[in-house]
């Protein structure tokens, strides 16, 4: 599952995370193990507020499991298992990184500044801004690649 990115002011309403609907795979005194289409998620238990019955959801089987709604407690730390292809290839297998959270040109010239006083750059004048790009090869051999270059001007 990709990571969610929390824009400006949507933040969920109040001190409970809105449920997580999927299967119920797995249940012990210590986890929770609750499958979704993108993947399998396991919880502690005592990070579980509670587990309801559910209708199945869009993009899973009801081959193995139960449908639940589970309430997780705000905070919670959870594992995450996602099922991916493997494909022989002449390269190194790899997972691609997650794209710059940066949804636009402040949130990028924020990330440029932390990024520039982390590595202590000097700040010159008449630098004004920065610049992103992302490059992207798809061939037919279901191969896809990418790049994204952030660039202080």
């Known amino acids: 599952m990709t990571d969610a990115l929390r824009l400006p002011g949507t933040a969920p309403k109040g001190n409970r995370v809105p449920p997580l609907q999927g299967l119920l ?13 993108e993947g399998t998620w396991t919880f502690r238990r005592s990070d579980v507020l509670r ?19 589970v309430d997780i407690r705000a905070g919670a730390t959870a594992d995450f ?8 290839v002449d390269r190194p297998m790899t997972i691609p990184e997650a794209p710059s959270a940066a949804l636009g040109d402040e949130q ?11 590595l202590q750059l000097v ?12 490059c ?4 037919f051999a279901t191969s896809d690649d990418g790049i994204n270059c952030d660039s202080l001007d």
Do not use: C, H, M
Not at 25 to 37: G, K
Not at 51 to 69: E, M
């Open 25 to 37: 795979v797995a249940e012990s005194e210590r986890d929770i193990t609750v499958r979704v289409a």
């Open 51 to 69: 587990v309801l019955d559910s209708a199945l959801p869009d993009g899973l089987a009801p081959d193995r499991g139960r449908p639940v709604l």
């Open 81 to 88: 298992t996602r099922r991916l292809r493997i494909d022989l």
């Open 108 to 118: 990028l010239r924020r990330l440029t500044e932390t990024w520039a006083d982390r």
């Open 123 to 134: 700040d010159l004048t008449g630098s004004n801004g920065a610049t992103f790009t992302y």
């Open 136 to 139: 992207q090869t798809k061939s």
